[in-house]
C-alpha cells in the first residue's frame, strides 16, 4: 500500500539551532546601568547581565554635561532613571515581560531618547514574539546612536528570527567591524548562515567564538548543530558531548546529542538523552516530540501516542505530533482516527508533502484509492519525484484495475 513516511526531527534542526542561544542571546541584550556622579560629569559603567544576573564584563563611557548649573538635577534625573531602567532588568530576567515594559515607558516619557530603555523595551518584546514593535523601538535607537553594537545585535537576532538572515548578517558585519571578537554577533550570523545553508561559513565562525572561548558550551552546540546538518554525526556528538561536559544541563545539548544518536539509529541511547532533557523541562515540545519518533521506531506506538498527546496539550497546532500520532495510529490499525490528525495537520501547512503522502497510504489501508490517488497528486504537484507518493499512487491506481476486472 506504500510507505507511510514518519516525520523526524531534523525538519526542525534549524530552527532548534537558533533556540540552542535564545536564552541565552536574549540575556546578553540586556543591560544594567549604574551611575555614578564625578563632579560636572558622570561615569557610567555598562554591564552585561545573563540569566542569573552575572557580569558578563564591562565597558566604560563618560557623560559630560555642560551646563554646569544644571549638574546636580540632571545627575538625579539620569539615577532615577538607570535605578526604573535596572528594576525594569531584573523583572525582565524574571519573566515579568509587562511589568518590565510599564517601568521602560516611565524611562522613555521622561527620557524618550534614552538608547538604554529604548533596546531593552525591543528586548522585552522580543522575548514576547512581537517582533515587529521590537524592531520599531530598535530603529529609534539606531537613529539616535547608529553604531549601538548592542542595539545593532537585537535588531539582527529579531530580523534572523523572522527568516530575514540576510538582512540580519549585514547588521551583525556593523558589529563585527568594530568588535571583530563579538561573541554573540558570531554566533547569530554564523546560525544565520546556517540557515541559508551556508554551513561551513557557520563553522568558520564559530571556530572564531571558540579560539577565543574553547570552552563556550552554546558556540560547542552550535557547532555540533552545523556538523549534524552535514551529516557528520560522530563529529557532532564529540561537541555537544564537550558542551554537555561544561553544562550538564543544557537542554538544548541534550536533545541534539539525542537527535543525532536517533539519526544513527540508537534509538534507547537517544531516549535516554530525552529522559535527561525532560526531566529538566518536562513540557518542552521538540523533546516530547522527538521521544515520540524515537518510541516509534522502536515499534511502541503506543507510548509514542503518550508523548505526542503531552506535546499537543502544551502546543496543540504542533504539526510534528500531529503528523507523528496520525502515523502512529495507523501503524495499530487506526486508519480513521489517523487520518483525522493528518486533516489537522494539513489544516495548518497544506503543501506538506510527506503528510499529503501519509493521508494516501492510510486511505488506500481503506480501501479508498480515488480519494487517496487525490492526496498523492497533491504531493506530486509540490515535489514530482517523490518516491513514495509515486509508488502509492501506482498501488492504488493498480488496486482500482484490479476491482474493475474483478466486476
Not at 534572523?160 to 558589529?175: G, M, P, Q, R, T
Not at 557532532?236 to 537542554?251: C, G, S, W
Not at 514530482?384 to 476486472?405: D, E
Request: hydrophobic share 40%; proline share 2%.
Amino acid at each position: 500500500m506504500g510507505k507511510s513516511i514518519e516525520i523526524t526531527r531534523t525538519t526542525y534542526k534549524l530552527e532548534n539551532m537558533c533556540n540552542a542561544i535564545l536564552a541565552w542571546s536574549l540575556a546578553f541584550m540586556i543591560t544594567a546601568w549604574i551611575s555614578i556622579s564625578f563632579g560636572s560629569s558622570s561615569t557610567t559603567t555598562l554591564f552585561q547581565i545573563d540569566a542569573a544576573g552575572q557580569n558578563q564584563g564591562s565597558t566604560t563611557s563618560v557623560l559630560i554635561n555642560n551646563n554646569n548649573n544644571n549638574n546636580n538635577t540632571i545627575t538625579k534625573a539620569n539615577t532615577a532613571n538607570n535605578n526604573l531602567i535596572n528594576e525594569a532588568i531584573a523583572l525582565l530576567i524574571s519573566g515579568k515581560y509587562n511589568e518590565a515594559i510599564s517601568l521602560f515607558d516611565k524611562v522613555l516619557a521622561v527620557d524618550p531618547n534614552n538608547t538604554l530603555a529604548l533596546t531593552n523595551k525591543g528586548t522585552t518584546l522580543a522575548y514576547l514574539q512581537k517582533y515587529d514593535e521590537a524592531l520599531s523601538l530598535f530603529d529609534n535607537a539606531l537613529s539616535i546612536e547608529p553604531n549601538n553594537t548592542s542595539t545593532l545585535d537585537s535588531k539582527g537576532y529579531v530580523l534572523a528570527s523572522l527568516h530575514k538572515y540576510n538582512e540580519a548578517i549585514s547588521l551583525f558585519d556593523k558589529v563585527l567591524a568594530v568588535d571583530p571578537n563579538n561573541a554573540y554577533a558570531l554566533n547569530l550570523k554564523g546560525i544565520s548562515l546556517a540557515s541559508l545553508h551556508k554551513y561551513n561559513e557557520a563553522i568558520s565562525l564559530f571556530d572564531k567564538v571558540l579560539a577565543v572561548d574553547p570552552n563556550d558550551a552554546n558556540t560547542l552546540t552550535n557547532k555540533g548543530n552545523a556538523l549534524d546538518t552535514l551529516g557528520m554525526h560522530q563529529e557532532a556528538i564529540q561537541y555537544y558531548d564537550r558542551a554537555l561536559a561544561i553544562e550538564p544541563n543544557d537542554v538544548v545539548a541534550l536533545e541534539d546529542k539525542g537527535s543525532v544518536l536517533d539519526l544513527l539509529g540508537k534509538y534507547n541511547e537517544s531516549i535516554i538523552y530525552y529522559d535527561k532533557a525532560l526531566t529538566l523541562d518536562p513540557r518542552n515540545v521538540d523533546v516530547l516530540y522527538n521521544k515520540g519518533v524515537a518510541l516509534g521506531k522502536l515499534g511502541e506506538y503506543a507510548q509514542a501516542i503518550q508523548y505526542y498527546d503531552q506535546a499537543l496539550a502544551v502546543e496543540p497546532n504542533y504539526t510534528g505530533a500531529l503528523v507523528g500520532k496520525g502515523f502512529a495510529l495507523h501503524q495499530l490499525g487506526s486508519n480513521d482516527q489517523a487520518i483525522q490528525y493528518y486533516d489537522k495537520a494539513l489544516a495548518i501547512e497544506p503543501r506538506n508533502v510527506d503528510t499529503l503522502t501519509n493521508m494516501g497510504v492510510s486511505l488506500v489501508a481503506l480501501h479508498k484509492y480515488n480519494e487517496a490517488i487525490k492526496y498523492y497528486d497533491k504531493a506530486l504537484a509540490i515535489e514530482p519525484t517523490l518516491r513514495n507518493a509515486i509508488v502509492g499512487k501506482h498501488i492504488s491506481l493498480q488496486a482500482l484495475k484490479n476491482q474493475t476486472q474483478i466486476k
